[in-house]
């Protein structure tokens, strides 16, 4: 069974603004839009069935036409929401569903595909979660088989939580190039060298 891939999008105006210390509004624009460029690129050459953006920002608009991709916008009652909202229409539709985040530096085609091959083998979720295991980066849902999603504070630890409770079982896939995303300076100093110098490069 295909999969659709879901990657909600803020807006725009208040993109990667933990980096507000180092980086101007418009140097934390272009860093997040370099990422998220980076990330449905990688997701267009994979295996997905589609790749869906959710997001209300005009400008998203216009980026998905560019890309190729649908785009569907965001419900007031937040992230969870929305996804929840978007998730239930792709199982309606007759695909499994995955949410990845937007900002990942360093993902790239293997590692999709690799969760992928995780997921193909009898896994009914799988989930990625940051280099902390405190957040959540990626979540893969067989068709009709709900958790969630908590995502915000301590999401990784919720969902594990819940599935306990739940009696779901759940596969945990890591591999720094799903796990590292961008939200802090730490985080930005620890990127490989290369990566740094090109998110320095685009303000």
Request: charged share 20%; net charge neutral; proline share 4%.
């Amino acid at each position: 069974m295909s999969t659709v891939c879901l990657i909600p999008i803020k807006k725009l105006e208040t993109a990667k603004s933990r980096l507000s210390s180092h980086f101007s509004n418009n140097s934390r624009r272009e860093i997040f839009m370099y990422m998220l460029r980076r990330t449905i690129e990688t997701v267009n050459e994979s295996t997905f069935k589609e790749c869906w953006l959710l997001s209300s920002d005009p400008e998203i608009e216009i980026f998905a036409k560019e890309t190729g991709n649908r785009v569907f916008p965001d419900c007031a009652e937040g992230l969870n929401s929305t996804l929840k909202h978007y998730i239930s229409k792709v199982f309606v539709s007759g695909y499994n569903a995955m949410y990845l985040a937007p900002d990942l530096p360093l993902i790239d085609q293997n590692s999709l595909l690799q969760m992928l091959e995780v997921f193909d083998k009898n896994s009914q979720i799988v989930i990625v979660p940051d280099l902390d295991k405190k957040g959540i980066n990626s979540i893969i849902w067989r068709k009709n088989n709900f958790l969630g999603p908590y995502l915000g504070f301590n999401s990784y630890q919720r969902h594990i939580q819940q599935a306990k409770n739940l009696n779901k079982s759940i596969t945990i896939f890591e591999t720094p190039q799903l796990q590292t995303d961008l939200d802090t300076i730490d985080q930005f100093n620890n990127l490989p060298d290369s990566i740094r110098s090109k998110l320095l490069s685009l303000g």
